[in-house]
């Protein structure tokens, strides 16, 4: 058997009809591109997620009301029933956080694992104003001066507000870079000191915050942050809260933290673990979770993939079994001449792996390709076993759907192949 000859065969047969040629890689292509672009897109929303949740650090909780079911997707509120005292009825109460919680979760010695507490309020459709520039802002949150330690925020130029500015309810705010370069312009910077409008009331921006990104669709530079006083007093009003922040003492502590966390919440709202009317996430726990969600859309998106370049190996042994079709004769001729059955085998086998190989390696270079576009506010990130694996995948399946037009080529008797017409 001549490896040589039978590939010499084989690239004639290819280039012979250079168009159907085309068109036949350019399945085995997409299916391969497919496969390294959505795994790509999935790594790098996993990416995206893990960096965001480990940016607020791995020690920090948080309490928010309702449970995880009662919440649901509406973020709705439930109700739930406590025995009344003495009166053998109940009382209907509202899922609520109060600043008396937060109050007592800072208790000294209450929760011994817990080194900062800090209550949350976050009103909607705050409406900042600066010249004759309005922007509607991503979020605001309104807190103690030690949230910003919980939350893993800093101030890039200016300074933080501290608690003194807190308890003098002063009208001092922090703003996001997103936030800043909407209002001001350029880098933002030039807000830094003057008087902006938050819904009408005149705050003044005393810091820039230091940039944190984007999460998919989501900027989390977007927002902006005051004292929990000035924000009760003009944005929010003192109702209730929307979240507690908590800073555990390292990532080791997180369990008993948050233990002892739902442990004085229990006793102040006369609740079970089974009838919680609040939730306590750790951002160890989040991360986990999204990991675990994006590690299985990884998986089907590659899965999906797949399947078309399934598709274009079945498009490989059509056009197989098309080429074999017209060169009838010409097998009749090459048996006749003393070929025997390997060597025809070995020519239309080659000949569907050289349509396979060129159509995956263009696949790998437009899936690579690609990848380098952002999507949704992230890069996807090229898996090396992903391309390896599509690209061994789309020889595969030259290989196997080469297998059956090159038998039959083979199987033909040159009698009857030098009468076709």
């Known amino acids: 058997m001549n490896i040589g000859e039978s590939f010499r065969f084989a690239w004639r047969g290819v280039n012979a009809n250079r168009v159907r040629s085309a068109l036949t890689m350019l399945g085995v292509l997409i299916g391969v ?236 709202h006369r609740t079970g673990a089974a009838s919680r009317d609040f939730t306590v996430t750790s951002s160890a726990s989040m991360l986990s979770a999204a990991n675990s969600i994006t590690g299985t859309l990884t998986v089907m998106l590659g899965a999906i993939a797949a399947i078309s370049l399934l598709v274009g190996g079945i498009g490989v042994m059509n056009i197989m079994l098309v080429t074999v079709t017209e060169r009838t004769r010409e097998i009749g001729v090459r048996k006749a001449i003393g070929a025997d059955r390997t060597e025809i085998i070995m020519q239309f086998l080659i000949e569907a792996i050289l349509l396979a190989v060129f159509g995956g390696l263009a696949g790998v270079l437009l899936g690579v390709g690609l990848c380098q576009i952002p999507v949704a506010g992230f890069r996807a990130e090229v898996d090396p076993a992903s391309v390896g694996i599509a690209f061994g995948f789309a020889l595969a399946v030259g290989l196997f759907f080469g297998i059956y037009p090159a038998t039959r080529a083979a199987s033909l008797r040159p009698i009857e192949a030098l009468r076709y017409e």
């Open 33 to 268: 591109a497919a496969v390294i672009v959505l795994v790509g897109v999935g790594n790098g929303a996993s990416q995206s997620v893990t960096q965001t949740l480990s940016s607020l650090g791995t020690n920090t909780l948080t309490v928010t009301p309702g449970t995880a079911t009662s919440s649901g997707l509406l973020g709705l509120r439930r109700s739930t029933e406590t025995p009344a005292v003495g009166t053998g009825g109940t009382l209907i109460r509202p899922e609520t956080l109060t600043a008396a919680d937060a109050a007592a979760l800072s208790t000294p010695g209450a929760a011994p694992d817990v080194t900062a507490v800090a209550p949350v309020v976050s009103p909607a459709g705050v409406v900042a104003s600066y010249s004759d520039t309005s922007h509607q802002l991503g979020s605001m949150t309104g807190s103690t001066a030690g949230y910003l330690g919980i939350a893993n925020d800093t101030v890039s130029r200016g300074r933080a507000y501290t608690a003194t500015d807190v308890a003098a309810h002063a009208r001092v705010v922090l703003v996001g870079p997103t936030a800043a370069k909407a209002l001001a312009g350029g880098d933002g910077s030039a807000l830094l000191g003057q008087e902006i409008r938050l819904n009408g009331v005149t705050f003044t921006v005393i810091g820039i915050l230091t940039e944190k990104g984007s999460v998919g669709a989501r900027d989390q530079d977007d927002r902006m942050i005051a004292p929990l006083s000035s924000v009760q007093d003009h944005l929010a009003g003192y109702g209730d809260l929307t979240s507690i922040a908590i800073q555990a003492a390292d990532a080791d502590a997180v369990g008993a933290a948050q233990a002892q966390v739902e442990a004085i919440l229990d006793a102040r």
